[in-house]
């Protein structure tokens, strides 16, 4: 009796250590999905991003993920290193003579240093800010450019091309009887978002904004903005912009910049009603800037 009763425990012990097992393994596999589901929509993350211009620093230490399909607003005054930032998630900063980039920058899960120049300007998109379109190219022409370096294609698959991207950009309505004419022929307002299509057309998953609307009137610039409203169904939008009511207007999430380093970044509901930040609120109240 006694021996069958050692059995007993010995097989009940053994149960409950196997459950044990079970249960932390599945605890284990919860916490690597959890963790995977999370990069999964980070479309930018960077770990203490230093730029680099000689001996002094135009950004330091950047913590920061951004989510994927939404638009962050990067906000602060003038030289507190807004499009340093942003120039340095497509390599930028490769063609500025003394500039040298320190820390991670991840694009997609995958860090940026696994990806040549071509590479992760098809994956990230610029948009600058004054309009730049080729002046001796035709609207069509200008749209197919950057595909055109990586390799020719039928015309009935750039036809498309053109048509979708311009539809994108908000300015196919615009432009579709006069295709082929210079892009100069343009407004201010229609050749940003012709850039716009020029950079959709290589189909990028990340697309940069530098005060894309700074040169622009109110009316291009409401055009522009419903642009970018419509892009973030498909495309995660990073913009730098002056104008603190069009990060309100335009953005989900905003980062406050000041003197080269990220003070505060949040939904930007929270951040223009409530900041926790004694800086954010001074900027976003107007005390200075």
Known sequence: MAIENINIISESVEKENALSSQSV?????????SAKSAESVIAVSTTDLTVWFYERTGVENININIKKDSVTAIIGPSGCGKSTFLRALNFMHDLTPGAKVTGEIKILGKDITEFNGVEIRKKVGMVFQKANPFPTMTIYDNVISGLKLNGMHKKSFYD????????HAGLWKETKDRLKVSAYSLSGGQQQRLCIARTLAVKPEIILMDEPTSALDPISTGNVENTIHDLKKEYTIVIVTHNMQQASRVSDYTAYFYLGKLIEHGKTSTIFTNPKEKLTEEYITGKFG
């Not at 498309?160 to 539809?167: D, G, K, R, Y």
């Open 25 to 33: 393994k599945s605890n284990e596999s919860v916490i690597v999905k």
């Open 160 to 167: 498309e091309l053109v048509e979708s991207s311009l539809i």
